[in-house]
């Protein structure tokens, strides 16, 4: 099934910028998506990325700030996040599928079988 190993995180001030990596090692499935979860909550869809086609899928509270790719080997998805907000801080991961994950279901976290140990975000003024 491979290993997503995440790196990136840290905190930020209110209205800065951070990026995340994900790097999937020995990971050969389809998508590849970051979740977050703050405690007491369920991990809620930040975006996905298809490693194949590239098409992309963000969750609406982070459309226009944040930004997922993927490296020219498929092995790394970057979640570059812009204008960041006090209620971005969570612990933030990565998830990878076994198998091709529907459209449908790109959001849903039980929809992903793999995943990174995570890595906190803080935002504060």
């Known amino acids: 099934q491979g290993q997503l190993v995440e790196s990136g995180g840290g905190s930020v001030q209110t209205g800065g910028s951070l990026s995340l990596s994900c790097t999937g090692r020995g990971f050969s499935g389809y998508t590849m998506a970051w979740f977050r979860q703050v405690p007491g909550k369920e991990r809620t869809f930040v975006a996905a990325?298809?490693?194949?086609?590239?098409?992309?899928w963000y969750g609406d509270s982070v459309k226009g700030r944040f930004t997922i790719s993927r490296s020219s080997d498929k092995k790394t998805v970057t979640l570059q996040m812009n204008s960041l907000k006090d209620e971005d801080t969570a612990v933030y991961y990565c998830a990878g599928d076994r198998n091709r994950v529907i459209v449908s279901s790109i959001g849903r976290a039980t929809a992903y079988e793999n995943w990174g140990q995570g890595t906190q975000v803080t935002v504060s003024s």
């Open positions: 990325i298809r490693l194949n086609g590239g098409q992309t």
